[in-house]
């Protein structure tokens, strides 16, 4: 039973990261859907959803989709050229030691899996809103 609540290769969680793929772009999605629909201004095509729930789907979407292609480049970056350490401060004296590349790929989630993560999240708003729309 627990070993379905453990990811396979992962060696920790790091939480900031799950945040940051799983709800931080559905806060935004909500805030920029509240914005658009408080101004009145629905004249582009996400404000010519059928209902409310359409609408704010198309602003799920749109967030969960950029985060997947925001972690699918960055899984390519990091494969192809060596990518970034992490870990990068203003002040270099009290940076914190960069977390190293095998560390960064061990954690739970890292770039594949949070691109993976908001595509789903990205196809259940596309079949969601094919269902409401």
């Known amino acids: 039973m627990s070993s379905l609540f453990t990811v ?11 945040l940051s793929v799983v709800l931080i772009p559905f806060a935004a999605a909500i805030a920029m859907a509240s914005t658009v629909a408080a101004t009145g ?25 950029a985060v997947a292609m925001a972690h699918l480049s960055g899984a390519i970056a990091d494969r192809t050229c060596g990518g970034m350490a992490a ?11 960069p977390m190293s590349r095998e560390e960064f790929w061990r954690a739970f989630p890292n770039h594949v899996d949070g691109a993976a993560i908001a595509g789903a999240v990205t ?5 969601a809103g094919s269902l409401v729309g």
């Not at 396979?8 to 799950?18: E, F, G, H, K």
């Not at 010519?48 to 989709?65: H, I, P, Q, R």
């Not at 870990?87 to 030691?97: I, W």
């Open 123 to 127: 196809l259940m708003c596309v079949i």
């Open 41 to 65: 201004f629905t004249a582009s095509p996400l404000g010519e959803a059928n209902s409310t729930l359409g609408f704010l789907l198309d602003f799920v979407k749109l967030c969960y989709l």
């Open 87 to 97: 870990g990068l401060s203003m002040d270099e004296f009290d940076a914190p030691e």
């Open 8 to 18: 396979p290769t992962a060696r920790r969680v790091d939480s900031q990261r799950l």
